[in-house]
C-alpha cells in the first residue's frame, strides 16, 4: 500500500530539518520509551501490551505499522476480533492513530491492512519521566 500525497506531505513535515540517523532512532524508540517510562505498563492490560509490541515491531522507521487485524492477532496470539478491539483501545488512550482504515474487497470479504502511527504519550502523573514517581517505603 503506497502512502497518499497527503500523508507523504505530513511525513515529510514531521522529519523536515532532522538529521537521518536521529530521525530514526527518535521516530523507532520514542514512542517505547514513553511507554516504559511514561508509566503506561502499569496502565495496559496484558492483551494491550502484547498488541501495542506487535505494532511497534512492525513499524517502520518514519512509525507507520501496515498490517491486519488478522496479522496482530496471529502475532499476539489472540483471535483477529479480539486483535480489532484491543487497537481500538489503544486508539482510544491514545497510543497509536489509524492513518488508514483497511477495506472489504470483493464478494468473499478480503479485509486489507490498516495503517496504525505509533504515538508518543505524555507522561502519566507519578511516573519516573513527571518527575513526581513516589516509591514504597
Known sequence: MTLSAED?????????GEPAAKRRGDKRFAPLNAIVDG?????LTPREVRVWVVLHRLADGTGLARVSHGTIGRLAV???????????????????????RGRTVGQGGKRTANVYEMLIPPPLPNSAASGTMEFDA
Do not use: F, N, S
Open 39 to 43: 508509566g503506561w505498563l502499569g496502565m
Open 78 to 100: 489472540m483471535r483477529r476480533e479480539h486483535a480489532a478491539r484491543t487497537t481500538k483501545r489503544l486508539e482510544a488512550r491514545g497510543l497509536l492513530r489509524v492513518r488508514i
Open 8 to 16: 507523504r506531505a505530513w511525513r515529510d513535515r514531521q522529519t523536515q
